[in-house]
Nanobody
Framework: EVQLVESGGGLVRPGESLRLSCAAS????????MGWVRQAPGKEREGIGC????????DYSDSVKGRFTISKDNAKNTVYLQMSSLKPEDTAVYYC??????????????WGQGTQVTVSS
């Protein structure tokens, strides 16, 4: 059974940092590209970034570039999203996703259940 389990969400203040983790099982993690997608209330899903299967290449949306970093540990079957300089507009449910090529906001092979990130003073 394929599972993607996110953790690390919570409530933080603007300017603070948070790291999300996504533990994968049930598929060959090292051969999949991984991505993070978020959805704020009342808004469309937004792909915020993805990482290559080896972890050597990343790509980010303009909205998070320079503030968020995705990393991938194939030995631990885990992908991370390090978020810094958080803003209220980063408030959303964050999902990790897996696909053979960079997961898109609506088309990926596997999805996690999501974790809530709230940025508020």
């Amino acid at each position: 059974e394929v599972q993607l389990v996110e953790s690390g969400g919570g409530l933080v203040r603007p300017g603070e940092s948070l790291r999300l983790s996504c533990a994968a099982s049930g598929f060959t993690f090292s051969t999949y590209e991984m991505g993070w997608v978020r959805q704020a209330p009342g808004k469309e899903r937004e792909g915020i970034g993805c990482i290559s299967s080896s972890g050597g290449n990343t790509d980010y949306s303009d909205s998070v570039k320079g503030r968020f970093t995705i990393s991938k540990d194939n030995a631990k079957n885990t992908v991370y999203l390090q978020m810094s300089s958080l803003k209220p507009e980063d408030t959303a449910v964050y999902y990790c996703a897996a696909a053979e090529l960079c997961p898109s906001p609506y088309e990926s092979d596997y999805w996690g259940q999501g974790t809530q990130v709230t940025v508020s003073s």
